[in-house]
């Protein structure tokens, strides 16, 4: 049974930094696409930032430069660097990654089909 299970949301001020934590059972992260998506209340899930199994990445242009995803294949566990925090990043950041496919960097979320349950992010001006 694959689990994702985030951590290391909260709250902090504008132009503070976060890092969220993944850890993933069930599903090897060195194997497949894993992600970082976010939802704000009254809007649609958007993708964040997106790392396949080779070390690719890719961006939100609303985050680029300020936020870094990253894995450590031998915890099995994925990572989201954020820094220079805005409140427009408030919101709740899901880890997912793909059922089956190892090379995409799609940020949509239908490619994906595990989910965790999210952490809370909170950015207060």
């Known amino acids: 049974q694959v689990q994702l299970v985030e951590s290391g949301g909260g709250s902090v001020q504008a132009g503070g930094s976060l890092r969220l934590s993944c850890a993933a059972s069930?599903?090897?992260?060195?194997?497949?696409?894993t992600g970082w998506f976010r939802q704000a209340p009254g809007e649609a899930r958007e993708g964040v930032a997106v790392?396949?199994?080779?070390?690719?990445?890719n961006y939100a242009d609303s985050v680029k430069g300020r936020f870094t995803i990253s894995k450590d294949t031998d915890k099995n566990t994925l990572f989201l660097q954020m820094d220079s925090l805005k409140p427009e990043d408030t919101a709740m950041y899901y880890c997912?990654?793909?059922?089956?496919?190892?090379?995409?960097?799609?940020?949509?979320?239908?490619?994906?089909?595990?989910w965790g349950q999210g952490t809370q992010v909170t950015v207060s001006s």
């Open positions: 790392i396949n199994s080779l070390g690719r990445t």
């Open positions: 997912a990654a793909s059922t089956r496919e190892a090379h995409i960097v799609q940020l949509s979320s239908a490619y994906y089909g595990y």
């Open positions: 069930g599903i090897s992260l060195r194997a497949y696409s």
